[in-house]
């Protein structure tokens, strides 16, 4: 039986979330992905640019697929502990242990919520580089908007879709003292009111909105080592259940066994030299929608070596249904440093709200921690916050040399007019034409009459000599190919607009956006 169709054709089985074990995760195979074993047989693709993070769009290439890190930014940390409420001197943390990053189309600004030893603080920035600490009257002359004593992981989101103004800023906090979740409201993200205590979880839960579902995801951690409130412990060590709902609030309630069993490390998770015996965990899992897809980062747990704290990093995964991950890359996207004296030298995590738009880049803040000494000559862990940026689309290429090559999409719909790329072609050359159902090119959208695209932009037009746009095929299944030579393909789409706006999801925002998708395109 089937259930539900998705905005790209996957239809999910009518028994949702699935069903897994315990031992499925046990195992510590890959987790399977359905829909890269049986794709749609005609693929949707009016939501958003088109990605090549897995196969689920290519029916055949000769091209090579290439991941890309994040770059650290030169000036880092953006954010570090400088005020008493800061923990300085003895405990110094500024730090969005998850906490959130967004961009705020309403005021124009970035604002950015952060963990420091007695709560939660709030800052804002112009720029996303520069932040700035304003007294906000919870606790006169600080930037305190939450006093939650020894909180754990937290998670703020700006919901750009809720209808109550009154409930635009959404937390979910996991308490220490108790050893409970909580969920609060806040119409302007600096006054939270408690709305209810929350089921049982581990202490690094966290949560994130599924735009394409609209549904809320609680990313619940079923933890090696029990607390008073949390699951017992498990042989399977740290990993994720997963506890989705339409109301945010009314789904923070849940039973014990209401969470299912989600997704864990596996044994493609390979563990650094200096802890090779030891297998990797999953400490957290955040996540976003950026266009067509839901970007995961997977902070994976590598373990304490010998010299320095526990380490975890952030790599990547990526799903089309929501619960399914394709996690073809096990690089780290953002490492800890290896010099014992930077600021990220173990225990990096990734950030709520996942990454944002800021022109031609994508910025992802995340925490990292290192060591410092005190005023008092004593060795202190500091937590800082920093900024990493890539490409925008930039997660994955197609790559061509001098030899050229091609990629051949699987059958693929569209009710929009202009076909644009993300490429890197400054020294090269990518044609576009499109096949019919039978295979063979439909004129006049032919290689050969495709004006040649031979720039390096996130966002370009192609165009044929006798058409500018693909209207009179819209609807029609229909097969894209791409030439490429001495090149990067990064995305493709078909928007409606000549501005080339993708109406896909533009993560946490950014300047020029004015909702939760990409209306504006090139301007």
């Known amino acids: 039986m089937s259930g539900e169709r998705l905005y ?23 987790m399977p992905v359905p829909y890269l074993r049986q794709q749609p047989e005609v693929i949707p693709i009016d939501v958003g640019r088109q990605f090549f993070v897995d196969d ?6 000769t091209l090579t697929r290439t991941f890309h890190a994040a770059e650290d930014y030169d000036a880092n940390p953006v954010l570090k502990p400088v005020k008493r409420w800061e923990g300085i001197p003895g405990n110094p943390t500024a730090g969005a242990f998850s906490d959130g990053v967004f961009y705020d189309p309403a005021e124009k600004c970035f604002k950015m919520w952060y963990r420091v030893p007695s709560g939660t603080c709030y800052a804002t920035s112009g720029d996303g580089i520069r932040w700035e600490r304003s007294s906000l009257g919870l606790m006169p002359g600080t930037n305190l908007v939450c006093l939650a004593g020894s909180r754990d992981s937290s998670t703020v989101w700006l919901d750009l879709e809720e209808k109550d103004p009154g409930s ?44 394409f579902r609209k549904v809320w995801v609680y990313s619940i951690r079923e933890s090696a080592f029990p607390g008073p409130w949390s699951y017992p412990a498990n042989p399977v060590g740290r990993c994720r259940r997963y506890r989705e709902c339409g109301d945010f609030f009314a789904g923070a309630r849940w039973g014990d066994e209401e969470p299912v069993w989600w997704v864990g490390a596996d044994h493609l998770d390979e563990p650094r030299p200096d802890v090779s015996e030891i297998q990797q965990e999953l400490y957290n899992l955040d996540a976003v929608a950026y266009e067509s897809v839901l970007i995961g980062l997977f902070s994976i747990w590598r373990h304490h070596p010998a010299d320095r704290p526990k380490i975890n990093e952030v790599l990547l995964g990526f799903s089309r249904d929501g ?16 010099r014992r004296e930077d600021w990220n030298w173990f225990n990096v995590q990734s950030c709520g709200g996942g990454c944002l738009v800021v022109g031609d880049r994508l910025y992802f803040y995340y925490s990292g921690r290192g060591m410092a000494v005190n005023r008092a000559g004593r060795a202190v862990e500091t937590q800082c916050t920093g900024l990493a940026t890539l490409r925008r689309d930039g997660f994955a290429s197609m790559d061509a040399g001098d030899a050229e090559g091609s990629l051949t999409t699987r059958p693929v719909q569209f009710w929009g007019r202009y076909l644009f790329v993300n490429a890197d072609v400054d020294d090269g050359e990518l044609r576009a034409e499109v096949m019919g159902e039978d295979g063979m090119p439909l004129a006049p959208f032919t290689r050969e009459a495709c004006v040649p695209v031979r720039e390096d932009r996130t966002l370009l037009a192609v165009r044929w000599q006798a058409r500018e746009d693909l209207s009179e095929l819209a609807g029609r299944p229909v097969r894209l190919r791409f030439h490429l030579k001495n090149g990067r393909l990064y995305a493709f789409w078909v928007s409606p607009d000549r501005s080339g706006a993708s109406h896909g999801y533009t993560a946490a925002g950014g300047p020029g956006f004015t909702g939760p998708t990409d209306t504006v395109g090139a301007s």
């Open 168 to 211: 635009r800023y959404k937390m979910f906090a996991f308490h220490r003292d108790p050893w409970l979740p909580s969920v609060y409201r806040s119409g302007d993200g600096i006054h939270w009111d408690l709305v209810s205590w929350c089921g049982k979880t581990g202490d690094r839960s966290t949560m994130f909105y599924n735009p």
């Open 56 to 61: 689920f769009l290519v029916e055949r290439t």
């Open 8 to 30: 790209n054709g996957i239809v999910l089985p009518e028994e949702w979330p699935p069903r897994r074990t315990r031992e499925d995760i046990q195992k510590r195979d890959p």
């Open 323 to 338: 619960f399914h991950w394709d996690r073809a890359c096990r690089k780290a996207f953002i490492p800890v440093s290896e």
